[in-house]
């Protein structure tokens, strides 16, 4: 868990007021200081739920990613893409779930270069424990309700459309927050 700072004030609103008074005002520079410490602590809580599983965040994902796919295993290429991250980074989160015996590797057949990842029994059991034990904390926002938390996916989701990471007109929002059937498949 983040250790707690127990300030009798808060230090972001503080520098928020410092920030106005020598350049102007500028909310984003509060929004995104808070987005980062929010970051911290949200990554604290999921990480003390996922550490007696031996998973951190980026293999809880990957798991679950392959509980998605129709056959429980997908190319590594794809796991990078869906989880958008570097193709290194996926490489590593798999050598680690290999590792532990919650994935299992083969070649891909149709890409004589590819590789997939396939999750195993072992894997199967210990995601569904971490997801339990994650949803049980509302994966760490349990200080907000339904709604809230459909809020914040909404105001986080022009940032990421601008990044390049999906298309606006993409049509799984509903899935995405809960709502409406999952698309099969991944």
């Known amino acids: 868990m983040a250790k707690p700072l127990a300030l009798d004030f808060d230090p972001i609103a503080r520098a928020d007021e410092l920030w106005t008074r020598r350049w102007g005002t500028v909310p984003a520079m509060a929004a995104i200081t808070s987005i980062m410490r929010a970051h911290q602590i949200l990554l604290s809580r999921v990480d003390a739920v996922l550490k007696p599983y031996g998973l951190t965040f980026a293999r809880y ?23 958008m991250v570097h193709p ?52 760490g926002l349990e200080e907000y309700d339904e709604e809230q938390c459909r809020e914040v996916f ?17 049509d799984d929002l509903a899935g995405a927050v809960g709502e409406g059937p999952a698309r099969p498949g991944a």
């Open 154 to 170: 909404a105001l986080l989701r022009p940032l990421r459309v601008a990044a390049g990471d999906f298309a606006e007109a993409s």
């Open 61 to 83: 994902e990957a798991l679950v990613l392959l509980t998605f796919s129709r056959t429980g295993e997908l190319s590594l290429s794809k796991i990078g893409e869906r989880l």
């Open 88 to 139: 290194t980074s996926v490489t590593n989160t798999v050598d680690r779930l290999e590792r532990a015996g919650l994935v299992a590797r083969r070649p891909n057949p149709l890409d004589g270069r590819g590789v997939l990842a396939s999750i195993t029994g072992h894997g199967r059991e210990v995601v569904e424990g971490a997801t339990r034990r994650l949803m049980a904390m509302e994966f």
